[in-house]
């Protein structure tokens, strides 16, 4: 196939990413509440939740300071806000460690893995990005995430304790593993430490190079403590957030891109093998997930045999899915790199880009109407924003060590 320009190289299409990234931190700026941190959104841009979520506020935080590099105006005041809310707010002053959300009578206080990475990305962005308080609390979470989530024997993160470190879950996942790598690489670039590349590759070196490999290329979410698959974990829940039954081609998108950003970090010290599995691992997501049932988009899961699970049309699957064949793109030079970029961007403009209300929607069903039970929702900003960032940008270094080129 001919060689073609990449869109990402046009003066008009960088400048309409940066337009649709300002557009998303002015509507976001709803989500900050008076009482610290950051809640969900819905459509109308009201604050949805009573009180602040914590995965939320530290990607708002991660957000806005890479909004605060990039030379946004106000956006240094959230990303403190943030800051504040998952230094106090959101901490476990007894034990350690960090909630899901602020408690409340009765709330989930068990201490999650996914949840502290993301504290730790936030904090990282912020620290680069010289928000006061950033860097203790950087110091703060990687205490806790290498005291108590880091196995090095596993190589790996384990997933969740009790809120006292009691009874950790007899449980592996790819999904806290997954952003843990990405966390290590902004991590490398921030700290200047070439030891965090070094983790992310045993990471990526079991979940990808080996355990996906194994499967058709088909990312294996689920384990248990030994790390053998669970191939019927939540069989009855193929349209959970987090942990849905069968395979995530959104996630195959997501880990395509993150092997890119390991290979250019690494640089001469990069396994050949880590383009490879990136090109495979899209290939997969998007010849199984694009149109699985039928219908316009990308189903949120497949089971085993690739048929569609979950026809949910997710608006982060189909953000990480631009952004991986942007990197593709940007690593191989193949035409068809670019063409699934165009394709999925059209989709993403004509069908999340919401003009009357702001934002995008997030959450639709598989005949792209709003999903009935979170369709009301634009609880998100991360995956959007960063979508409208990385193909602008290098493989390397990551968001937080680049993003004030722009």
Not at 2 to 23: K, P, V, Y
Not at 141 to 165: H, K, N, P, T
Request: with cysteine.
């Amino acid at each position: 196939m001919a060689e073609i320009t990449r869109w990402s190289q046009r003066a008009t299409h960088r400048h309409w990413l940066a337009a649709e990234g300002l557009d998303l931190l002015e509507f976001y700026r709803a989500s900050c509440r008076a009482g610290g941190g950051f809640g969900p959104l819905d459509l109308n841009r009201e604050l949805a939740s009573d009180t602040a979520d914590t995965l939320i506020t530290a990607r708002m935080t991660h957000c806005y300071a890479l909004a605060t590099l990039q030379g946004v105006p106000g956006a240094s005041t959230l990303a403190h806000h943030g800051v504040v809310a998952l230094a106090d707010l959101l901490r476990d002053d007894a034990h350690g460690g960090w909630f899901a959300a602020e408690p409340t009578p009765g709330f989930d206080d068990s201490k999650q893995c996914y949840i502290h990475v993301f504290v730790a990305l936030g904090a990282a962005s912020a620290t680069r990005a010289g928000i006061e308080g950033a860097r203790a609390l950087l110091d703060d979470v990687l205490a806790v995430l290498e005291s108590r989530f880091w196995s090095a024997g596993e190589q790996a993160y384990v997933e969740a304790y009790a809120r006292d470190w009691t009874g950790l879950a007899d449980y592996r996942g790819a999904n806290a593993n997954m952003h843990a790598t990405e966390m290590c690489l902004e991590l490398a670039d921030v700290l200047d430490d070439n030891s965090w590349r070094k983790r992310a590759l045993a990471i990526v070196t079991r979940l990808i190079h080996n355990v996906a490999a194994d499967n058709g290329w088909r990312v294996i979410e689920h384990f248990d403590a030994n790390w053998r698959i669970v191939a019927d974990f939540n069989a009855d829940k193929p349209d959970d957030d987090f942990k849905p039954f069968g395979a995530t081609p959104g996630h195959g998108c997501e880990w395509a891109r993150l092997l890119l950003h390991l290979e250019a970090g690494l640089g001469t010290e990069a396994p050949e093998w880590l383009a490879h599995d990136a090109a495979q691992l899209f290939d997969k997501a998007m010849a199984e997930g694009w149109e699985a049932d039928g219908n316009p988009g990308m189903v949120y899961t497949v089971d085993w045999d690739g048929a569609a699970c979950s026809p949910r049309r997710r608006h982060w699957t189909h953000a990480e899915a631009a952004a991986a064949a942007a990197a593709l793109g940007a690593r191989t030079g193949e035409a068809r790199f670019e063409i699934w970029y165009r394709r999925l961007w059209d989709f993403i403009r004509d069908v999340y880009i919401d003009d009357d209300r702001g934002s995008w929607l997030q959450e639709l069903d598989g005949e792209l109407g709003l999903d009935r039970d979170d369709g009301h929702l634009k609880s998100d900003l991360y995956h959007a924003y960063q979508a409208t960032l990385l193909p602008r940008l290098p493989l390397a270094p990551t968001l937080a060590a680049a993003v004030d080129t722009l």
